[in-house]
């Protein structure tokens, strides 16, 4: 199976520059032969990078995003991040995630034992011990070798140790005093509420504060959708000690929600990304952009309901190909937050009775050996008998309580729900040459069309939709 | 903004500042009256609005209602306002006058009503709102030559430039339409910079840039600017009366509270469905029993037409053609007649149309989604006549204020389905003559009027040709539900027009 290119931007823990990412960059390469790029991304303070403005979280957020922005290309892309980057992390989803960033493409986190959005657990001897290796300056190599140390399950190789070192002695004092004394203590988690994105989190089993046993309780809150993967015979450097495993999960979290899931092409996404459409549009979309969950527990619909749903949904909003949208699973939550269109038919049960009812009684009639012509056409039969209104005598299971102009009543709002939400995905969008939402930028300049005749475009429009005028 | 007690009688109590609340609310600001106006809705800034279409309905009114008979009207998105501004923050600015023909129709043909009003003292408003608001259009104006445009047309889209070539070649009249888009800035008094046209097909999910006439970027900050207080959030569902059988006050909720503010004059001006689902349920001014009757909606058949290239008609205005020669088509066997404006709609809004008003599911579905960048359309206004069943009433289910939901029955008659066949067949045409490759006609109705009529006779309607209730003396409706007909024309413009005479007579 081919996978569209992509890109991994990494956060480095504390201490360490955009070289910490070099073993995981190598291991991918050898895993995915080069078909996922890999950033890293110098924070503040390390590396030679210059020291944020103030010790804030949010300070490193602005300048891993000014990178992500930078370098993005339109494309999918992950982030994977350590240890104080873990929190970095969070911050910059937040920001992708409500449109405040100008990226698209975000398809989800690979956390490596990440410093939560609360303040980090660590206690009061190891952080003033770790304070007091900067007190005269840059961390002095001993101090260095002895932080390494601590932060691993058994001995780096010579060559890694080497490069983990000298990078900590590269970074600036003040960016070390002020994570340990500001950033680590912030709690955001109020601001940040939850993430619902796919992620996963690895940690070492031999880590302390931020080790696999801690992860849980730290982060299923802020990610419901986060698996939780623990490494036996591993500290706190996962980059240097794991980078094979980390490689893997990268790729596997990868292959799990960017096949899967529709894509628009770099130039939709950069379109997206601009400064045209507004930041609130540019969260929509990138929400409706994420991969379903494969493992989605329906809030509103039995399980059963909910196969039956997808199997209505693969017959009326048919999607080609094995990249798709849950429409059935989105269906469900839609419902759970009780969104309406503003008015039903005349007797009809509300909205969830009626997906309930409908869901039940065509569970019933529905002929759903797949694989046999038969079925298919019996199918279809049934969906054009209730479109129609013939099958209104058809005896309902549910009696009175879901009569025929009912079933076919909530069978158009059905197919409408269905259908607005596959339409509303930003691939969708691409799909039927739609890129209204890039004419919702700041009041100035020009914010719309200047070309609105048949066949022509203007320049930042995606190429496809027509010849320049 | 100044803000008055509650325990104050304030001298007018509007409720709902939409087309028929706000431009009242600011003339009687402007003669120095204290006017308080609540409006259910929230207040929203001009860059809190999105045209995104999932999201973009907090502009609407989506409180459920209920809708039954042989023809049920959809509400939501297709017909509501909800917020400071009411129906005008997603209306689509399309601004025909009203042709004096409609307003006698019944004179002319024994059928439908005629309007109490004069067509030229309602033209005279016309003219002010189009000055005050910003209407561009082409002048002259082929079926009025005395009108003036003071700005001149926004752009042709793709479908308008189709349609005018299909009208030409079939000898049809069509110009561009008038629009309350500004076709140049402008600086509104009380308001600041407002666009010009930015050639946006999502006018109507709100629009950010004020290219669009609203009342919340016209009549509302002028009223605001003279003294006036606009409180969003408060939903009005009570109302007092005094021993004199007048109205003392309104009761409301904000923020999950109840609240009352006295008032010396009530103007209800919550759109066709809400103001007479407030009457029914306080059971007032109703002694002729015709609130909630004679729900008339407008016939909005579209005809879609496919073709070769990319139309797009999501950009630019979306309905810039226009074509008035079938206010009265020849040879035919209905009364009244319609509009014909050309049609670039929004992806989701064209996919529920085409679900809804065609039936279309699974590859067939896919096909016309697909399709929808290479289409034109074509749609109508066309008159509606008063049937007595067709009629609002209150259900039994109560909405989130604990107001009974109101329950709408429309079925079509005879003159609409004669209309919406005339219609067909002529949209058809032009889009055939226009090289169209295949053509898809789609169901729909819209707007909310005429459950509050105004009548001269007391017992055929719930306000007199002034605006004021025929049972409570201080007690007058300025919104859609007075309309005694539906008039070919689109109503917001006749609208604001008719409540700027309503408060001109109040304060005779
Ligand atoms: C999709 C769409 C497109 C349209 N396009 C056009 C067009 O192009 N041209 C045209 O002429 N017309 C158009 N219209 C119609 C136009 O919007 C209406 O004619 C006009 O807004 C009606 O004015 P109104 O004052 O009756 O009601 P509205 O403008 O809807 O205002 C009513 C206000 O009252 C508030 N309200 C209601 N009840 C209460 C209560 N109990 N307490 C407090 N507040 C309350 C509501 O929240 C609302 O803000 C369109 C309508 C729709 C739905």
Request: charged share 20%; glycine share 10%; with cysteine.
């Amino acid at each position: 199976m081919t996978t569209p290119a992509g890109t991994i931007f990494f956060l480095p823990g504390l201490g360490f520059g955009a070289a910490a990412a070099g073993p995981i960059a190598d291991a991918l390469d050898a895993l995915a032969g080069g078909r996922l790029r890999v950033v890293g991304i110098d924070l503040p303070g390390h590396d030679g990078s210059p020291d944020a403005p103030n010790g804030s979280v949010a300070a490193l957020a602005d300048r891993a995003v000014q990178v992500i922005e930078a370098e993005a290309d339109g494309g999918p892309f992950v982030i994977a991040a350590h240890s104080m980057g873990g929190k970095v992390t969070a911050v910059v989803t937040d920001r992708i995630l409500r449109g405040r960033a100008n990226v698209f493409g975000l398809a989800g986190l690979v956390l490596l034992a990440p410093s939560p959005p609360t303040p980090e657990p660590m206690s009061e001897d190891k952080r003033a011990e770790m304070l007091s290796w900067v007190d005269d300056g840059p961390i002095s190599q001993g101090h260095a070798s002895e932080f390494v140390a601590q932060n691993v399950a058994a001995p780096l190789g010579e060559a890694a140790a080497r490069a983990a070192v000298e990078q900590l002695r590269r970074m600036s004092p003040l960016a070390w005093r002020r994570w340990l004394t500001e950033g680590s203590v912030e709690d955001l988690s109020s601001d940040i509420g939850v993430l619902d994105l796919p992620v996963v989190v690895l940690a070492g089993e031999d880590d302390d504060d931020l080790g696999a046993s801690a992860q849980p309780q730290l982060l299923a809150d802020v990610y419901p959708r986060a698996r939780f993967v623990s490494l036996a015979s591993t500290g706190h450097l996962l980059p240097y000690e794991r980078a094979a495993e980390v490689a893997d999960e990268i790729v596997r979290l990868w292959d799990a929600t960017v096949p899967t899931a529709p894509q628009v092409t770099p130039e939709w996404g950069r379109l997206i990304a601009s400064e045209r459409t507004a930041p609130e549009a540019r969260g929509f979309l990138a929400h409706r952009a994420l991969a379903d969950d494969p493992d989605y527990a329906p809030r509103v619909l039995s399980p059963e309901q909910l196969s039956m749903l997808r199997a209505l949904a693969d017959r009326l909003v048919p999607q080609s190909g094995t990249a798709r949208v849950d429409l059935a699973a989105r269906v469900d939550a839609d419902l759970a937050l009780a969104r309406s269109d503003g008015w039903r038919n005349e007797g009809q049960p509300a909205n969830v009775f009626a997906y309930r009812l409908g869901l039940d009684d065509l569970s019933a009639l529905w002929p759903d050996d797949t694989d046999d012509q038969n079925a298919t056409a019996e199918q279809n039969a049934l969906i054009e008998g209730i479109i129609s209104g013939e099958l209104n005598e058809h005896q309902a299971l549910g009696g009175d309580a879901w009569n025929g102009t009912m079933r076919q009543h909530w069978f158009d709002d059905l197919r409408t729900d269905l259908t607005r939400i596959w339409l509303s995905h930003p691939a969708s969008f691409a799909r039927i040459g739609y890129d209204g939402f890039a004419t919702s930028g700041p009041a100035f300049g020009s914010v719309g069309y200047n070309t609105v005749a048949a066949g022509l475009r203007d320049p930042w429009e995606p190429v496809e939709l027509g010849d320049l005028a | 903004m100044r803000t008055y007690d509650r325990d104050e009688i304030v001298d007018v109590v509007v409720v709902g500042t939409g087309a028929g609340g706000a431009p009242l609310l600011a003339r009687l600001a402007g003669r120095g009256l204290k006017v308080v106006a609540l409006e259910a809705g929230p207040n929203t800034d001009p860059d809190g609005f999105t045209n995104d279409e999932v999201e973009a309905p907090r502009i609407n009114w989506m409180s459920e209602r209920l809708s039954g008979g042989g023809d049920p009207t959809a509400f939501g998105t297709n017909n509501s306002g909800f917020g400071v501004g009411g129906g005008t923050l997603h209306w689509g600015a399309f601004t025909p006058r009203p042709d004096a023909r409609d307003l006698r129709l019944r004179t002319e043909s024994g059928v439908g009503e005629d309007w109490p009003i004069d067509h030229a003292e309602l033209t005279r408003y016309v003219a002010e709102v189009e000055r005050t608001i910003g209407v561009s259009g082409p002048t002259p104006y082929p079926w009025d030559p005395e009108r003036e445009y003071l700005e001149p047309p926004v752009d042709r889209n793709a479908p308008a430039d189709l349609m005018a070539a299909g009208c030409a070649r079939l000898g049809i009249r069509a110009t561009d339409a008038p629009a309350a888009i500004l076709s140049r800035d402008r600086d509104q008094p009380h308001f600041g910079n407002r666009r010009s046209s930015q050639n946006l097909g999502s006018i109507h999910q709100g629009e950010r840039y004020g290219t669009k006439a609203t009342t919340a970027n016209t009549y509302l900050p002028a009223a605001v600017a003279d003294g006036a207080e606009i409180r969003p959030d408060s939903m009005v569902h009570g109302i007092e009366l005094d021993a004199q059988g007048r109205v003392g006050a309104v009761v409301y909720r904000h923020d999950g509270k109840e609240y009352r503010q006295r008032c010396a004059n009530l103007v209800l001006a919550g759109g066709g469905i809400e103001t007479p689902r407030l009457l029914l349920n306080t059971g007032l001014a109703n002694s002729s029993g015709q609130v909630g009757r004679n729900f008339l909606a407008h016939g909005g058949v579209q005809v879609w037409g496919r073709f070769d290239e990319q139309i797009r008609g999501y950009r630019g205005y979306p309905s810039s053609l226009i074509s008035e020669d079938f206010v009265r088509p020849e040879g035919v066997d209905f009364a009244g007649g319609y509009l014909l404006q050309s049609l670039g709609v929004m992806p989701l809004n064209y996919a529920t149309t085409v679900i809804r008003g065609a039936g279309l599911w699974g590859a067939e579905l896919m096909n016309a989604l697909d399709a929808w960048r290479y289409s034109a359309g074509i749609g109508i206004n066309g008159e509606c006549l008063p049937a007595e069943n067709n009629r609002l009433v209150l259900s039994d289910e109560l909405d989130e204020w604990g107001v009974p939901r109101a329950l709408v029955t429309f079925t079509a008659g005879a003159n609409e389905n004669a209309i919406t066949e005339h219609a067909t067949a002529t949209m058809t045409r032009i889009l055939e003559a226009a090289g169209a490759l295949e053509t898809r006609v789609l169901a729909r109705t819209a707007h909310t009027l005429g459950t509050c009529r105004m009548s001269a006779d007391p017992a055929t309607g719930v306000i007199d040709a002034e605006g004021r209730s025929h049972d409570i003396p201080n007690m007058w409706i300025s919104d859609n539900s007075t309309f005694p007909s539906s008039l070919s024309a689109n109503p917001c413009l006749t609208q604001m027009a008719l409540s700027l005479r309503t408060a001109d007579l109040m304060l005779r």
